[in-house]
């Protein structure tokens, strides 16, 4: 067969599948959709996974099931993933973990740019700077000009080495110049207990597991991550203190690479619709939670934007993980 032969042969190859592929997103889901949320049960992740379950059902007249798979700091779920067919049947509910693991780990047993297809961004949920409420301190400048006058006197709690409330205290340490000492926690609850218990004086943590505690005067909410301040929640944002500063956790929807484009737009309109519910836009709100949507292609610029971001700072922070 000559070249053009053989091009012509791939070009009429090509013309048979993009129908074949319209067919396939028309008809799909055919089945029950596996959506894996790569940590345990319960906690923001999983009341996005639920919504998005709920919602996915209800548009489509399908099913979508939540599976939780977690360990290795969202790793052994988003790895799963990125093994499995690409065939819209299997999901990822990833977060920014997806940017910081690839420069915290060693190794990894997938790419999540080229191992995963992403289909939508969920939501973002900004963490709140809070303090240990017997600490003279009530502004992001009072806790530097305190950190600075007590270098290293002042622990910080995370939820592991590498989770996004580290690397943002890593963030604030870097930008301000202050000395902390981080203290790593098997969860956000745990170090939320050790901060309560007055083992460590800081944290990052979700407004929505911090209110009730800054309401009872046990610890005091400081400032909120998000590159502005929050609707309904009556905090200044770090950025007015740190100009720059902007360390939101988000969630997105992905599949592993390889799924027709078809079926990922198809995932990525009834994700946007259920975003765009009044239902959902409650919820979200109801979490300190801000709905983001939009397209593929802005998802993958999110992910290499955040990769390229978070580099550096755990670099700095010295955090390794074999």
């Not at 190794?107 to 080229?114: E, I, N, V």
Request: glycine share 8%; net charge positive; with cysteine.
């Amino acid at each position: 067969m000559n070249l053009k032969s053989l091009l012509l042969a791939c070009a009429s190859a090509v013309a048979l599948l993009v129908p074949a592929a319209s067919v396939l997103a028309q008809d799909y889901p055919a089945k029950p959709v596996k959506l894996v949320s790569p940590y345990a049960p319960g906690g923001s992740t999983g009341v996005v996974a639920r919504l998005l379950a709920k919602k996915f059902g209800d548009q489509t007249g399908g099913s979508m099931i939540v599976e939780n798979k977690p360990g290795a700091a969202s790793n052994i779920g988003s790895d799963m993933v990125a093994k499995s067919p690409p065939d819209g049947y299997t999901l990822l509910m990833g977060t920014s973990s997806l940017a910081i693991n690839p420069t915290l780990y060693k190794s990894m047993s997938f790419d999540p740019l080229k191992d995963l297809a992403p289909v939508t961004a969920l939501i973002s949920s900004p963490n709140v700077l809070a303090v240990d409420a017997s600490l003279p301190i009530r502004s992001v400048k009072e806790l530097i000009d305190y950190a600075r006058a007590n270098p290293g006197k002042l622990n910080y709690g995370s939820s592991g080495n590498g989770a996004t409330n580290h690397m943002a205290m890593e963030m604030l340490k870097t930008m301000a110049g202050v000395q902390l000492t981080h203290v790593p926690f098997k969860g956000g609850g745990e170090a939320l207990a050790a901060l309560l218990g007055g083992q460590i004086q800081v944290m990052f943590n979700p407004a929505s597991t911090l209110q009730q505690h800054h309401n009872s005067g046990r610890i005091r909410m400081l400032a909120v991550t998000s590159e502005k301040r929050m609707e309904g929640l009556a905090l200044p944002a770090v950025s007015e203190t740190l100009p720059g500063f902007e360390s939101s956790v988000w969630f997105a929807l992905f599949a592993p690479a390889g799924t027709p484009a078809p079926i990922i737009q198809k995932l990525s309109a009834e994700t946007n619709k259920a975003l765009a519910d009044k239902e959902s836009l409650a919820l979200l709100k109801e979490h300190g939670m801000l709905p983001l949507g939009g397209t593929p292609e802005q998802l993958r610029a999110l992910l290499l934007k955040d990769t390229a971001r978070w580099a550096p700072i755990v670099k700095a922070s010295g955090a390794k993980v074999d």
